[in-house]
């Protein structure tokens, strides 16, 4: 079965919001290495592997040094989205990727970062199934007694999303929206420092 037999009538765009600075880490996160793959890789890797129709990443700090990354190896990556808003905080990166979205007549949305390596091809794919019995509801992951992301928005939800500002993220729009959670213990680990590479 074909991505688009899959799909039917919808167009999914997924998007990796990896335009943040790295302040905690010390580095470009994205390019830090977690069993043998920078996370940028790990998390390309996985939404390519999902039954999406286009996939951008939204580059912002270091964006030329991930670039030239991108490159330099033998991995697929996503189209790239710059956000020259990128100091405002992640609300730029979503506002980049909701835009492109709406602009490519999507009819929804995957919002995922590439700092929860436990994200596999599967849980995605489990929120693509989910909104196939609610078109209309946003499907969000459950983990540490919250929802959030990944997160897959509904047409519908775009214009909320472009009204987000600052250093925040689709939590509020998804809480104050009907949503539908999928259980994701592994959502709450995630990488903000070097050590928790070693995990």
């Not at 596999?120 to 909104?131: F, I």
């Not at 999303?161 to 689709?170: R, S, V, Y």
């Not at 509020?172 to 539908?180: E, P, R």
Request: glycine share 8%.
């Amino acid at each position: 079965m074909t991505d688009e037999q899959e799909l039917g009538s919808r167009k999914v765009v997924g998007a990796i919001l990896a335009a943040g600075s790295s302040s905690r880490f010390g580095s470009a996160k994205q390019l830090a290495i977690k069993d043998g793959q920078t996370l940028l890789a790990r998390a390309s890797e996985t939404l390519l592997a999902t039954a999406i129709n286009q996939a951008i990443v939204v580059l912002g700090c270091h964006s030329a040094l991930i670039k030239e990354s991108m490159t330099a190896g033998k991995n697929k990556y996503p189209e790239i989205v710059e956000n020259n808003d990128w100091p405002e905080g992640i609300a730029s990166s979503i506002r980049c990727a909701t835009a492109y979205a709406a602009g490519n007549q999507a009819s929804h949305l995957l919002l995922m970062v590439c700092d929860q390596p436990l994200v596999t091809p599967e849980l995605l794919n489990q929120l693509l199934a989910a909104s196939y019995h609610q078109p209309e509801a946003i499907i969000a992951c459950n983990y540490a007694d919250s929802v959030g992301i990944p997160a897959l928005f509904p047409q519908s939800s775009f214009a909320q999303l472009l009204t987000l500002c600052g250093d925040k993220g689709a939590k509020s729009i998804i809480c104050q929206g009907h949503y539908v959670s999928i259980d994701f213990a592994g959502g709450a680990v995630d990488i903000d420092r070097p050590a928790d590479l070693q995990d």
